[in-house]
């Protein structure tokens, strides 16, 4: 590993002016290629304190061992530079979208004697005319099947052309009309170039034209009775407007746009572009990237647009390109695109409307190719393996940890706090093995004693499962499916049925220790786990941390984390676990003080369900009357017994408000109805909006 102080420049050789620099390692490979508006100012971040620097840029500058510069005269020759340097150098600290050459576009090659139509990858050539990307490749002859009965453009191969030319007879298409058979000089050269220019027009977007024409020729046909003739030309106009409607239209102004969206975490990003022609939606594809270096969503997006238009000219680059988030600084990105298209070019975050609706499409596209890329990635099974056993190595674990168990702490300010625990087992999720806790310790916001609290419930459970049969009754976790007051707590299980058995059938909870537990925080949550496990006699099960920030590794009793390599599958899978801790937790939190904002006084009523609940408030109208009930009247209602009306009575005198609310502005007492479909009175229960004091970000 370098130093970079050793191959740090002296300020006053790095110039102040716009450039292009390269990081080289010590065996002169280009590792990194990046540009500046200051090239002195940029470099000066690179060479400060280690530890100041993002986990990625600290690994690319203690790779290199040397940087030189390339100065130039403006931004966009900055962006031109770094993008021709990029491609040909392939640095691996780059940013580098994958699958970009796997889309296969419709090409016409404009550039022949008898232009062709036919399916193309790969690099662009000069002269041949480009439409899509599109997904698929039978989704283009699908398109030209439909058009060739309009546009009977040749489609043959070189070698089927000049076999047909020796022998003097078509191929079938010639036959059944499907192509103009220039091979055997039914159509002129000048003719067949023209039908081809026609074909190209249609694909662009230009198709009104043509309807127009071939439907004056219909009714032509027919008026003067030939009906032949105007029976071809109806099914021209229909395969024409099925070829159409095989594209819906999305934005009503005809418009010609690019739209760009991304989905990224800490680790990957995912890119969507939708190219919008003529209003329609004419082709998509998608790029994966790992995010080798510390990025924004704006250098993403610039690094996209390099990757599209770097090698485009004129109409290939349209009028408008929107995006999620613009490059910083957008005028020099902006000026290169206007240059490669030849005229002006509107880079743009859409607002509102239609163009604002289609990037919402976009992104989702975009943030489903990520989990499907991530999905793929986690459900190899060579790849698991490979992500245990990194995880075991970095941990120095004896064995991989084919059971992790991952926990979460998540409040809203202090309320409402809750944990949650994930199971994964050989490296896949066993969703059947979640379970939810509420903390009942203490009160308030404070996550390293919530986490010890947590731990030490779960384990207890574990060891009291090792010395009886039977489940386990604590008096510490929340009760669970409705279970009345008092009776045996236990840690929530989401309503999941499943999982470990006892031999009467029930579910076992906390019957199986994991290999390793990992807690979402830093080492004092680590810390506070390893304590809770000596607390209960337990050291054969390890303990890390994954702090969200810079995605490091802690480890109890240790100064120093343990930082994984970006690539890292261990990593990777780590932060799978911890991330499904995080959504498991925050999605509970969000429930529980859902429900808390709707409870009533009814809500506090041992036994008493909704069907009951919701016959009071239908027979009294509200809360308020129900409490001025006697118990006598409370039984008059179906299902209500006089135990169960006294105990009605009792609980609702408890929650009686202290005192007449009153209007502070005029004195007046106030005495409305409260009228309750759920059991609760509007003007007792909480609030459904937190007061100003009282929001915040829910962890």
């Given amino acids: 590993m370098a130093d970079p102080s050793s191959y740090r420049p002296r300020p006053g050789e790095i110039p102040d002016s716009p450039g292009v620099y390269r990081f080289r390692d010590e065996h002169r490979r280009v590792i990194y290629v990046g540009k500046a508006k200051s090239l002195r100012q940029r470099l000066a971040n690179y060479f400060q304190d280690l530890t100041n620097l993002h986990p990625r840029t600290r690994s690319m500058v203690t790779t290199a061992a040397s940087v030189e510069w390339t100065v130039v005269s403006t931004e966009v020759e900055a962006l031109q530079l770094e993008y021709s340097w990029i491609k040909e150098y392939d640095p691996r600290f780059n940013v580098k979208y994958r699958d970009d050459k796997s889309y296969p576009y419709l090409a016409v090659t404009m550039n022949e004697e008898f232009p062709r139509v036919q399916v193309m990858r790969g690099h662009k050539r000069k002269g041949v005319r480009y439409f899509g990307p599109y997904a698929h490749a039978w989704a283009i002859r699908d398109t030209v099947d439909l058009l060739l009965r309009v546009f009977p453009v040749r489609t043959c191969s070189a070698g089927v052309f000049k076999n047909a030319e020796r022998t003097g007879r078509p191929c079938l298409l010639g036959y059944i009309g499907k192509c103009s058979a220039p091979c055997v000089g039914r159509i002129s050269p000048e003719d067949h170039y023209e039908l081809a220019e026609e074909f190209c027009d249609f694909m662009a977007g230009r198709t009104g034209t043509y309807l127009r024409r071939l439907e004056k020729q219909m009714a032509e046909a027919s008026d003067e009775m030939e009906y032949e003739r105007a029976a071809r030309l109806r099914d021209d106009v229909g395969a024409l407007k099925k070829a159409m409607e095989k594209n819906a239209v999305v934005l009503a102004d005809a418009t010609d746009a690019d739209l760009i969206a991304v989905a990224e975490d800490e680790l990957e990003a995912a890119v969507q572009i939708f190219h919008v022609r003529g209003g329609r939606v004419r082709g998509q594809r998608g790029w994966v990237t790992d995010k080798v270096e510390e990025i924004t969503t704006g250098a993403l997006v610039e690094h996209a647009l390099q990757q599209l238009y770097g090698e485009e000219t004129g109409d290939s680059v349209p009028k408008e390109v929107l995006v999620p988030a613009l490059p910083d600084p957008v005028e020099p990105v902006q000026e290169w695109l206007t240059v490669r298209r030849g005229a002006n070019v509107s880079l743009r975050i859409p607002q509102r409307g239609d163009k604002k609706a289609l990037m919402e499409t976009v992104q989702r596209n975009a943030q489903q190719a990520l989990v499907l890329h991530k999905t793929k990635r986690a459900s190899d099974l060579t790849t698991r393996s490979r992500a245990l056993e990194e995880i075991a190595d970095a941990l120095d674990l004896d064995s991989a940890p084919l059971r992790i168990e991952c926990y979460d702490i998540s409040h809203l300010q202090g309320d409402d706090v809750v944990a949650s625990m994930v199971v994964f087992e050989d490296g896949l999720q066993r969703k059947n093995e979640y379970r939810r806790f509420q903390i009942k310790g203490f009160a308030g916001q404070d996550d390293v004693r919530s986490m010890h609290e947590v731990i030490t419930r779960r384990f207890r459970r574990y060891l009291a499962e090792k010395e009886k049969s039977g489940e386990w009754a604590g008096a510490e976790d929340t009760p669970v499916n409705g279970s009345p007051a008092g009776a045996p707590l236990a840690a929530e299980d989401d309503g999941v049925v499943g999982g470990p058995k006892d031999d009467d059938g029930r579910p076992r909870k906390f019957a199986y220790p994991p290999q390793l537990v990992v807690v979402d925080g830093g080492r004092p949550q680590v810390a506070a786990a390893r ?39 261990g990593l990777y899978l780590l932060q799978r676990v911890r991330d499904e801790a995080h959504r498991f937790a925050i999605t509970y939190q969000r429930a529980k003080r ?106």
């Fill in 531 to 569: 304590r809770a496990l000596d607390e209960l006699g337990i050291d054969d099960i390890a303990v890390c941390g994954l702090a969200k920030r810079l995605e490091e590794v802690w480890v109890p009793g240790e100064e120093d984390p343990v930082v994984l390599p970006r690539s890292s599958e």
């Fill in 594 to 699: 859902a429900k808390r904002l709707r409870s009533g006084p009814l809500d506090e009523v041992p036994g008493l369900g909704e069907t009951r609940k919701q016959a009071l408030i239908k027979h009294f109208g509200s809360v308020k009357r129900l409490r001025a009930a006697t118990i006598e009247q409370i039984q008059e209602v179906p299902g209500i017994g006089r135990k169960t009306a006294e105990t009605i009575a009792v609980a609702l005198a408890r929650s009686a408000p202290a005192a007449p609310a009153v209007n502070t502005a005029t004195g007046e007492i106030i005495d409305e109805e409260e009228p309750d479909t759920t059991g609760g009175s509007s003007g007792e229960s909480v609030s459904a909006g937190l007061p100003d004091d009282r929001r915040g970000q829910e962890t």
